[in-house]
T-cell receptor, first 115, second 117 residues
Framework: EDKVVQSPLSLVVHEGDTVTLNCSYE??????LLWYKQEKKAPTFLFML????IEKKSGRLSSILDKKELFSILNITATQTGDSAIYLC???????????????FGKGTKLSVIP | DTGVSQDPRHKITKRGQNVTFRCDPI?????LYWYRQTLGQGPEFLTY????????KSRLLSDRFSAERPKGSFSTLEIQRTEQGDSAMYLC???????????????FGPGTRLTVL
């Protein structure tokens, strides 16, 4: 069964710190890996990574995928209290017909940023 | 608001009762997904529609669960004879399908939190 493992499960940092969140997966030939941010509501989309070694950036957030080593990292620089949330990693399985579009999520990393 | 909407946002029911949730996707999205999320876990896939066709169902979707998307727009998820283990957040997501792209990101609704007493 496909498996997505995130680490650490929780993390407490001070404002201004830089954090790195990890996502490893056991899905062969997956199509894409996605990162979501979840506060007290629905997950909101951050990044979709399809190609290995290409960094995606959005403001203070960036992410990169290593398909050979089967992991991805999400970096957040100069953290703010508003970054406090659960960060979810998900993969899309290989295409195998009409379905195959569901996301397989990890358990998430709970990030707490304290002033 | 043009995002994914879900109704109700909270539902408390007694064990054995039936419940129905509704999801309205983003209007131009033809793919619709249902997920279930329990405390400390990521969302788990339940089922997926492309237009009105239900194309995939998870093993998690027991015969007490049924989902429909009759006109390819909104969807309903019904749980019959609810059990305490059904208590969870039920999330709906939608995505578009554009030519030249096999997959586009899923946008999630706010969820329906179900509590079974």
């Amino acid at each position: 069964e496909d498996k997505v493992v995130q680490s650490p499960l929780s993390l407490v940092v001070h404002e201004g710190d830089t954090v790195t969140l990890n996502c490893s997966y056991e899905v062969t030939n997956f199509r894409s890996l996605l990162w979501y941010k979840q506060e007290k509501k629905a997950p909101t989309f951050l990044f979709m990574l399809t190609s290995s070694g290409i960094e995606k950036k959005s403001g203070r957030l960036s992410s990169i995928l290593d398909k050979k080593e089967l992991f991805s990292i999400l970096n957040i620089t100069a953290t703010q209290t508003g970054d406090s949330a659960i960060y979810l990693c998900a993969v899309i399985p290989p295409y195998s017909g009409a379905g195959s579009y569901q996301l397989t999520f990890g358990k998430g990393t709970k990030l707490s940023v304290i002033p | 608001d043009t995002g994914v909407s879900q109704d109700p946002r909270h539902k408390i029911t007694k064990r054995g009762q039936n419940v129905t949730f509704r999801c309205d996707p983003i209007s131009e999205h033809n793919r619709l997904y249902w997920y279930r999320q329990t405390l400390g876990q990521g969302p788990e896939f339940l089922t997926y529609f492309q237009n009105e066709a239900q194309l995939e169902k998870s093993r998690l979707l027991s015969d007490r669960f049924s989902a429909e998307r009759p006109k390819g727009s909104f969807s309903t998820l019904e749980i019959q004879r609810t059990e305490q283990g059904d208590s969870a957040m039920y999330l709906c997501a939608s995505s578009s399908m554009t030519s030249g792209s096999s997959y586009n990101e899923q946008f999630f609704g706010p969820g329906t939190r179900l509590t079974v007493l």
